[in-house]
């Protein structure tokens, strides 16, 4: 029973090759979201937020 895992059968259903498309899709996806993201974050409006993250804070003394 140990071979087996604890499903009790391995089943021999291909799941890369169909379901490829919806990987390469989803990856594409995200990167175009991560960049749309960071160009919205470089625009005048959100320059100054302090929420954006890719400001540095200001140094306070």
Same mark, same amino acid.
């Given at each position: 029973?140990?071979?087996?895992?604890?499903?009790? /059968?391995?089943?021999?259903?291909?799941?890369?090759?169909?379901?490829?498309?919806?990987?390469?899709?989803?990856?594409?996806?995200?990167?175009?979201?991560?960049?749309?993201?960071?160009?919205?974050?470089?625009?005048?409006?959100?320059?100054?937020?302090? /929420?954006?993250?890719?400001?540095?804070?200001?140094?306070?003394?």
């Amino acid at each position: 029973m140990a071979a087996t895992g604890w499903l009790g /059968r391995k089943w021999p259903t291909p799941v890369l090759k169909p379901m490829w498309p919806f990987y390469t899709a989803g990856l594409i996806v995200l990167y175009g979201i991560s960049q749309g993201a960071k160009a919205m974050a470089q625009t005048d409006e959100f320059k100054n937020d302090p /929420r954006n993250h890719l400001v540095k804070p200001k140094a306070e003394h």
